[in-house]
């Protein structure tokens, strides 16, 4: 059984999809592609079905990343249990995922920037009503963090 990752913000289409394709081609390089598998929801449902946004496409192509073949959906209590860990993106999806987790799953949960041993505690803000450059810093936030991230899980597959 792969471990497994499921990254949330609140409407999958800008920070969480941004958080998966960052994290699935930082673990193809190191070849973890079969040991950890990576996901995304949103707590929301606006964008159910949809690609990601298209500031969110352009800026991971521009690094190399691709999220082409991305469609949002919402998170559901049932997901905590096919997941071994629950990042959200900021401390507001935190909450809501807090209350959304079934009992005894809370475990699961983290804060994205917490792995980001410069930026613990801190969000990665939304970047839907702004401009690209704000795209451009949420990849930046989310590249560091799963840097660390990464650290983390090869320790954590190393324990098995
Ligand atoms: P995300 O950004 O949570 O990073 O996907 C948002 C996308 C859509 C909305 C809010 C945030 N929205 O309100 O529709």
């Known amino acids: 059984m792969p471990f497994r990752i499921c990254f949330v913000c609140l409407g999958n289409i800008c920070r ?14 190191d070849g973890l592609t ?23 496409v352009a800026v991971l192509a521009r690094h190399g990343y691709d999220a082409s073949a991305h469609r949002a959906q919402q998170m559901v209590a049932d997901a905590f ?12 999806n935190l909450a809501a995922l807090r209350k959304l987790a079934p009992a005894g799953e809370e475990g699961k ?6 792995f980001d041993p ?3 505690g801190t969000d990665v803000p939304d970047p ?3 401009g690209d450059e704000g795209f451009d810093e949420v990849l930046t936030m989310v590249e ?3 840097h660390a ?4 899980v090869r320790a954590e597959l190393q324990r098995d």
């Open 16 to 29: 969480s999809p941004i958080a998966e394709a960052v994290m699935r081609a930082l673990l193809a390089a």
């Open 34 to 56: 079969d040991e950890v598998q990576v996901s995304s929801a949103g707590t929301g449902d606006w964008h159910i079905g949809e690609g990601a946004d298209e500031r969110a």
């Open 81 to 92: 249990a096919d997941n071994d860990l629950v990042i959200a993106m900021d401390r507001a």
């Open 109 to 114: 949960l983290r804060l994205l920037r917490d």
């Open 118 to 120: 410069d930026a613990p």
């Open 128 to 130: 839907y009503y702004g």
């Open 144 to 146: 560091r963090a799963c």
């Open 149 to 152: 991230l990464l650290e983390q």
